[in-house]
């Protein structure tokens, strides 16, 4: 995860108390968006920024998991995300993203 | 019709110049201050290919012309094996079809020839050798290398590098040093100079070869914009340019000035659209656009290419050079139109979600040209080489972006989902383009394009051009431009006209995503017959048919019309509106209205033409002129391919055979029988709808509306149909003539046939028809649009009536004589002479005089 964000969301935490920061993952990549998963619950795996070391346990979803999916106007979605659907490898975001969760939870 | 630019010619080079990317590629230099002597670091410096490697390698052929991207061959193409390829100027260039390959000697020479400051420094023995390199006929045999006179001793190199200088090498030894330019202004630092010059370097060998491989004078080049991403300038000008000019000046382009253009990666899309726009409008006839490459993105992602076993192929720097000039009709084989009216822009306030920026770039392009998906024959999205983006972690670029405008294809309802990979396939590429930002935005593919054109494998296509300007920290913004090219040989052919299916098709999309549009549509109160109230209803029935139209009312029950009248021209004018719905209408010479109203025998659609108006003075080209736009109408409502019946009246028989011949000259249409299966309509096939476009002239398609509508009430009010319809012809904006006696069923009819034209862009389709037409051999008594030239043009908005219809062209010329602007039209009462309210008592007293008027 971008070093930048890591710093962010970081201080945001701290601001506002992890319990009222949820992190909405929009990526393309399944492997960087578990990264990112993992960053914001159990720390960066790379040891490079400022959550290394630190368990945030932030409540981390994808866009396109099912749980966010459900929670959202569905023509709203469609306006914004319905192209995407198509376009990105939707079922192996969900695969990674649910397991890194499952596994830092 | 619009004269449209084209591109004659382009010019894709590499340099090559793994030393380069070794020492100064902003990855490698990086790590230098972070980890020096890292493993990877370490692994590098024996990770480049040599020359050769790189000559041959898949990509960089495709990228010079020689193998066309839709056969390159399955990946991974890094150790392909050598292709047959071949070298010349003692082995230091290979020549393709549109582009070279150089090796670092000519760019260490290119860099020596773009430094006017004398802050590049070559060692004395390479400089020679480089002198004499740059001097074989294939490189710049004519170059003035005086400067090259000039090397040094490798003592002082030593010495300026020890003082802060860039060394410069060249198989592995230090050739020479680039010096700061300023001992303190970072912006002037040996870094920055070093970037700035190689990048001027590259666009200059990109314009001199682009100049020599197409015979070009020099000194007949008006106008170069550069659309790199560097930055030149000094502490108190960081960006201040311009590096069009300087390259322009080594280039030989004597007569021409420049600018810069920047948006990231979008640039040279940006610069392509206001090359052709410069160029329409006249303001210079020959403009080159043009980049050389950026050494901070050599080598970027080596890191993850030496994990994964590659060489380093970010190991070249690319350039191009484009030439846009005048004449799109003049065009030949394998030049390229420009449409530089059906461009996609990612506006500011769009938003950056990738739908809205496709929606933008692509699907609003579409709309806008009566074009499907499917219709481009191919799309040229950021072209970067997937070899190197998929290692990197980036993914394969150009494939996710036409998955991009797949996905939005099955938005539209144009395609299924389940074809989404066959779209692709049909209508695009692998990328083959170094990663050198700007260089891959679908520039690369204009030497393709120009090759697919020519051989007829596609006639038209759309680059796309992206750019990332959140990167610059100014705006959170994305950027995006695209523009709809098309094949030379398939306009003047006339066959770049799009296929009436899609037509339909598009028609269907538009009006569905109408909610979003917003249509704008003015309706003149005063003057109504029918109570004020009638109006009003008859608006809110069409906005809540149709969501996303908007009705503006200009006057009330007890304003003056005249002033209302004025108000919705102004509007109109300002662009405020769409079109508008009104009782009359001064439709200047050339235009026939259409009607619609739904035929009384079998329901369905109907449109007249004409019913006001007059399309040209002689009345059978009269109503060969109607014809084609009572098609333009019926296609733009959604028909495919609309049934024509010319109605039995004089000159029709005339008229049914020129159409005929249009026929067989190639101008498709589907000619009617009447009910008793002859080939002209009477009467009662009006009231039978036996054909979707019933051809007559003005004053008889008048009559049989007026008849339809007002059948039911007994002739009181106009209860049905859809009003006289809009006109078509001449340059005025979308008006759909009404009767004053109209219930709110007519308004509303009228509103949303209006909106629906809108939509539709039933001009541009009028348009296209008549180009088909005049392919095939239509003439015209009238140039399209017949206005008045001669005194300026003003605002006509004083009728003169009564002079008769075989005298207007006469009158017109005789008040033009007398430098009085004014228009011949169609008024309520015939036809007209339009002038200036100032000119009236003139212009009557001319035309009484002359007898055109009692």
């Known amino acids: 995860m971008d070093l930048e964000n890591q710093k962010r969301v970081k201080e945001l935490a701290e601001k506002h108390g992890k319990e009222n920061i949820f992190v909405l993952i929009g990526g393309a990549d399944p492997e960087a968006c578990g990264l990112a998963v993992e960053t914001v619950m159990a720390g960066d795996p790379a040891f490079a920024g400022s959550l290394t070391g630190v368990q945030l346990g932030l409540s981390a979803y994808h866009i396109v998991e099912p749980e966010i999916k459900a929670e959202i106007d569905p023509s709203v979605y469609e306006e914004n995300i319905g192209m995407m659907e198509m376009v990105l490898d939707i079922d192996s975001i969900i695969e990674e993203v649910s397991t890194i969760r499952k596994d830092c939870s | 019709m619009a004269d449209f630019s084209r591109i004659t010619a382009s010019e894709f080079d590499l340099l090559h110049c793994p030393e380069m990317s070794l020492h100064y590629g902003s990855t490698p230099e990086g790590e230098k201050h972070a980890n020096p002597g890292s493993d990877y670091l370490k692994a590098l410096e024996n990770s480049f290919r040599s020359f050769e490697d790189a000559v041959s390698y898949p990509a960089n052929q495709a990228f010079v012309g020689n193998i066309d991207p839709l056969n390159l061959p399955e990946r991974p193409w890094h150790n392909a094996g050598a292709s047959a390829v071949s070298f010349s100027a003692g082995g230091h260039l290979s020549d393709g079809s549109f582009g070279n390959i150089t090796d670092e000697a000519v760019l260490l020479g290119l860099l020596k020839m773009s430094d006017s400051f004398d802050l590049v420094l070559l060692e004395k023995d390479f400089s020679e050798e480089i002198k004499k390199i740059l001097l074989q006929p294939e490189i710049l045999p004519e170059a003035d290398l005086l400067k090259f006179d000039k090397g040094v001793l490798i003592d002082r190199i030593n010495e300026e590098i020890e003082a802060g200088a860039l060394p410069l ?115 210079f006839k020959k403009v080159i656009v043009a980049a050389g490459g950026t050494t901070a993105k050599l080598a970027m992602n080596s890191k993850k290419h030496i994990e994964k076993g590659f060489p380093v192929l970010e190991d070249t720097m690319g350039a191009f050079a484009v030439l846009v000039e005048a004449g799109g009709s003049l065009s030949s084989a394998g030049d390229i139109i420009i449409r530089n009216d059906i461009a996609g822009i990612h506006r500011i306030g769009s938003g950056s979600s990738p739908q809205n920026v496709i929606q933008n770039l692509v699907a609003d392009p579409l709309e806008k040209a009566g074009l499907t998906f499917a219709d481009i024959g191919y799309y040229a999205p950021e072209l970067h080489n997937p070899e190197v983006t998929e290692a990197g972690g980036a993914g394969n670029v150009t494939l996710a972006n036409l998955k991009m405008v797949a996905a939005m294809a099955v938005m539209k309802k144009q395609i299924e989902k389940t074809d989404m990979n066959a779209f692709i396939q049909k209508h695009g590429s692998s990328g083959w383009a170094p990663t050198q930002g700007h260089i891959p935005s679908g520039i690369p593919a204009l030497g393709w394009i120009s090759r697919w054109f020519k051989d007829g494998r596609i006639k038209n296509a759309m680059v796309i051009g992206k750019g990332s300007l959140f990167l610059g920290r100014m705006t959170g913004l994305f950027d995006g431009v695209s523009i709809l090219l098309e094949s030379g040989q398939a306009k003047v052919s006339g066959t770049s006209f799009p296929a009436e299916a899609s037509v339909k098709t598009q028609v269907k999309t538009q009006v569905k995503s109408l909610r979003k549009t917003e249509v704008r549509l003015g309706l003149t109160i005063p003057g109504s017959e029918s109570p004020a109230s009638e109006l009003y209803r008859g608006a809110a029935e069409a906005e809540e048919l149709i969501g996303g139209l908007e009705v503006v009312f200009f006057g009330d029950e007890s304003s003056n019309p005249d002033d209302a009248h004025q108000e919705m021209e102004s509007a109109l004018r300002c662009k405020d509106l769409d079109g508008a719905v009104t009782f009359h209408y001064p439709f200047p010479l050339g235009t026939a209205t259409i009607g619609h109203t739904l035929a009384p025998g079998n329901g369905h659609n109907l449109f007249i033409a004409s019913t006001t108006g007059i399309s040209d003075t002689d009345r059978v080209n009269a109503l060969v002129k109607n014809t084609i736009a009572g098609i333009a109408a019926a296609k733009a409502w959604g028909i495919e391919n609309p049934s024509v019946g010319i109605l039995n009246l004089d000159g029709a028989r005339t008229a049914i055979s020129r159409l005929k011949a249009l026929r067989d000259a190639g101008y498709k249409f589907k000619l009617a029988a009447s009910v008793r299966g002859e080939e002209l309509l009477r009467g009662n096939d009006i009231l039978a709808g036996t054909a979707d476009v019933i051809v007559c002239d003005t004053l008889s398609g008048n009559a049989f509306i007026k008849l339809v509508a007002g059948f039911s009430s007994g002739g009181i009010t106009e209860v049905s149909g859809s009003g006289y319809g809009p006109g078509l012809g001449g340059e005025h904006p979308l008006v759909n003539i009404i009767s004053r006696a109209s219930s709110s069923a007519v308004v509303s009819n009228a509103l949303v046939y209006s909106a629906r034209m809108v939509v539709a862009g039933v001009a541009d389709i009028y348009r296209k028809e008549l180009i088909a037409a005049k392919a095939a051999g239509l003439i015209t008594g009238l140039k399209d649009g017949s206005t008045s030239a001669g005194p300026d043009r003003k605002t006509v908005n004083k009728e003169i009536e009564g002079i008769d219809v075989l005298k207007l062209d006469e009158a017109v010329s005789l008040l033009k004589e007398a430098d009085l602007y004014c228009e011949a039209g169609m008024g309520c009462t015939g036809p007209v002479v339009m002038v200036a309210a100032e000119d009236s008592g003139k212009a009557e007293s001319i035309l009484v005089k002359n007898g055109f008027i009692g």
């Open chain 2, 169 to 283: 090498y060249y198989g592995k030894k230090i050739a020479g040093c680039v010096k700061a330019a300023h001992p303190d202004d970072k912006n002037l630092s040996a870094h920055v100079i070093l970037e700035n010059l190689a990048s001027k370097a590259g666009a200059v060998w990109a314009v001199v070869s682009l100049l020599k491989r197409n015979k070009i004078d020099p000194s007949t080049i008006d106008y170069i914009i550069e659309t790199s991403e560097e930055a030149c300038g000094d502490a108190n000008q960081r960006g201040g340019g311009n590096f069009a000019k300087a390259i322009g000046e080594l280039a030989g382009l004597l007569n021409a000035t420049g600018s810069d253009t920047r948006s990231f990666c979008a640039a040279p899309v940006h610069g392509l659209l206001q090359a052709a726009s410069l160029v329409k409008a006249g303001t």
